[in-house]
């Protein structure tokens, strides 16, 4: 069975950091590209950052370039957000996904591509 268990949410200061985890387990293998996503209240669901298989590719999007950062560690299963300088508009709830459908050296910001999603956590920025 897929699961991914997500965690490192929370309530933080504008400026401050949070680092958010994804772990997964039932894959198998370690070729996933995996998103990291979030939805804040009233909003469609957006793309924030993507890492290939390979970990060699990954995206951000514009409004969280210089400020996010996205790594993997593949013995670990785990997939990590390092989230600094944050913003009230960062304030959300964060889900990983996981795609199986795209080669190991490219990864997408498009929810529509991912079929398997964790349950999600907040975060909320605010003084």
């Known amino acids: 069975q897929l699961q991914f268990v997500e965690s490192g949410g929370g309530l933080v200061q504008p400026g401050g950091s949070l680092r958010l985890s994804c772990e997964a387990s039932g894959f198998g293998s370690n070729y996933y590209a995996i998103g990291w996503f979030r939805q804040a209240p009233g909003k469609e669901r957006e793309g924030v950052s993507c890492i290939s298989s390979s970990g060699g590719t990954t995206k951000y999007a514009d409004s969280v370039k210089g400020r996010f950062t996205i790594s993997r560690a593949n013995a670990k299963n785990t997939v990590y957000l390092q989230m600094n300088s944050l913003k009230p508009e960062d304030t959300a709830v964060y889900y990983c996904?996981?795609?199986?459908?795209?080669?190991?050296?490219?990864?997408?910001?498009?929810?529509?591509?991912?079929?398997?999603w964790g349950q999600g956590t907040q975060v909320t920025v605010s003084s």
């Open positions: 996904a996981a795609t199986f459908k795209i080669v190991p050296t490219m990864c997408v910001l498009d929810p529509a591509e991912y079929p398997y």
